[in-house]
């Protein structure tokens, strides 16, 4: 179990990989997870709302790895 995020573009022709009951317009079988649904939400709107203090904070922890690894 879990879940993820895919943006489709407008135009785009994406078929099926499962079958089964029609959600998503067509494209997925099963049922959404409400709490997971809930989770990658607010993970969404927190990377979002803090992409740059994020961006800063994960480039500084790459250049801490990599010098350490050197």
């Known amino acids: 179990k879990g ?30 997870s409400a709490l997971l649904t809930a989770g990658i939400s607010f993970a969404i709107e927190e990377a979002t709302t803090n992409i740059k203090k994020n961006s800063a904070h994960m480039k500084a922890m790459r250049d801490l790895l990599l010098s350490r690894l050197q």
Do not use: F, N
């Open 3 to 32: 879940i993820g995020a895919l943006y489709i573009r407008e135009g785009t022709v994406v078929s099926r990989i499962a079958h089964g009951a029609g959600h998503e317009m067509g494209k997925r079988p099963g049922t959404e």
